[in-house]
């Protein structure tokens, strides 16, 4: 599905440098938590307001003391950094992935 970044924090206690992300679905799947290894290519203030794709029937999963509800899909650069695509045309938060 497609989400909006609509808050992004930092994480100092993950393992590897992350966000914290609050991503809003739209109606059925709603606001979700992911936590995202995207500090090398990208800042809160570029991924606020972002439409990222994620898996999100995938079980909650325990990050430290945080619980992240869905998986933030991305690419693996040539250094294994994650980065994310860019949609050509806007399309609603919650739009399937085909």
């Given at each position: 599905r497609i989400?909006?970044?609509?808050?992004?924090?930092?994480?100092?206690?993950a393992r590897n440098p992350s966000f914290k992300l609050k991503i809003d679905f739209g109606e059925g799947v709603g606001v979700k938590k992911s936590s995202a290894q995207l500090t090398i290519h990208y800042t809160k203030k570029t991924l606020l307001g972002k439409k990222v794709l994620a898996?999100?029937?995938?079980?909650?999963?325990?990050?430290?003391?945080?619980?992240s509800e869905v998986?933030?899909?991305?690419?693996?650069?040539?250094?294994?950094?994650?980065?994310?695509?860019?949609?050509?045309?806007?399309?609603?938060?919650?739009?399937?992935?085909?």
């Open positions: 989400g909006e970044v609509i808050e992004v924090l930092d994480f100092p206690e898996v999100v029937n995938f079980p909650p999963r325990q990050i430290g003391k945080f619980m998986l933030v899909m991305g690419f693996s650069d040539e250094n294994d950094d994650i980065v994310l695509f860019d949609l050509d045309h806007n399309v609603p938060n919650g739009a399937r992935l085909h």
